[in-house]
């Protein structure tokens, strides 16, 4: 049997290849405290850089089969969790005592109200935690079933496509790029928090000054 971490990227990869990918892809796009967990941009870039990996211990990935499973799971895991939002999940999000749950669903209702189903739907992709969160949060909220379908899907795609692509154009023009895995996905994560850090600061913001304008 073949031993990994389900929350390393480059284990997940190497033990399941394309499959590894819908999976956790499709967890984290819609399926509360599990989602948290587990990789998502940390993943398809090194996916994507893997395709085009040309190292005799690296595991050599077909692009096609990321790009598809890819956005399979980012499409069908937010549907599902749309679908568990929609039937239930209001008294699961009220209730729960998971602090990243409750704030995930405090900034989805924020950003839903802020943007509008379109644009949130798609920006919040490419938000760590929110994109798990949003998509529960989004059937739980009563946002109709139509443009949660349509929008999701363009964001699903935007995100999922895109990071693998970007990781295969970096791949293809850095050579032995994979044997820098780790360093990149440890960049790849800082990056992702500046979205979290910035939304934190107009958070301390506004309360500092609640009855300030808004210039965000």
Same mark, same amino acid.
């Given at each position: 049997?073949?031993?990994?971490?389900?929350?390393?990227?480059?284990?997940?990869?190497?033990?399941?290849?394309?499959?590894?990918?819908?999976?956790?892809?499709?967890?984290?796009?819609?399926?509360?405290?599990?989602?948290?967990?587990?990789?998502?941009?940390?993943?398809?870039?090194?996916?994507?850089?893997?395709?085009?990996?040309?190292?005799?211990?690296?595991?050599?990935?077909?692009?096609?089969?990321?790009? !598809?499973?890819?956005? *399979? @799971?980012?499409?069908?895991?937010? #549907?599902?969790?749309? =679908?568990? &939002?929609?039937?239930? +999940?209001?008294?699961?999000?009220?209730?729960?005592?998971?602090?990243?749950?409750?704030?995930?669903?405090?900034?989805?209702?924020?950003?839903?109200?802020?943007?509008?189903?379109?644009?949130?739907?798609?920006?919040?992709?490419?938000?760590?935690?929110?994109?798990?969160?949003?998509?529960?949060?989004?059937?739980?909220?009563?946002?109709?079933?139509?443009?949660?379908? !349509?929008?999701?899907? *363009? @964001?699903?795609?935007?995100?999922? #496509?895109?990071?693998? =692509?970007? &990781?295969?154009?970096? +791949?293809?023009?850095?050579?032995?790029?994979?044997?820098?895995?780790?360093?990149?996905?440890?960049?790849?994560?800082?990056?992702?928090?500046?979205?979290?850090?910035?939304?934190?600061?107009?958070?301390?913001?506004?309360?500092?000054?609640?009855?300030?304008?808004?210039?965000?």
């Amino acid at each position: 049997m073949i031993a990994f971490n389900p929350t390393d990227s480059a284990s997940l990869l190497a033990a399941f290849g394309a499959l590894g990918v819908l999976a956790v892809v499709f967890a984290e796009s819609g399926l509360l405290v599990v989602g948290f967990f587990l990789p998502g941009d940390t993943l398809l870039l090194p996916a994507g850089v893997l395709c085009a990996a040309d190292g005799p211990q690296a595991p050599r990935l077909e692009l096609w089969q990321v790009l !598809v499973c890819a956005a *399979v @799971g980012a499409v069908a895991g937010a #549907q599902v969790g749309y =679908l568990l &939002g929609r039937h239930g +999940g209001r008294p699961l999000l009220s209730r729960t005592s998971n602090r990243r749950v409750k704030e995930g669903t405090v900034r989805a209702q924020r950003i839903l109200a802020r943007y509008g189903y379109g644009k949130a739907l798609v920006i919040g992709r490419f938000v760590p935690v929110l994109r798990t969160v949003l998509h529960p949060a989004a059937g739980a909220l009563g946002v109709p079933a139509r443009p949660f379908t !349509v929008w999701q899907t *363009v @964001g699903g795609l935007l995100w999922s #496509q895109s990071l693998v =692509l970007a &990781g295969y154009l970096l +791949g293809s023009s850095v050579s032995h790029l994979d044997d820098y895995l780790l360093p990149m996905v440890a960049v790849i994560v800082m990056l992702s928090l500046l979205p979290l850090l910035a939304e934190a600061r107009r958070t301390r913001r506004a309360r500092r000054d609640p009855s300030g304008p808004d210039r965000s």
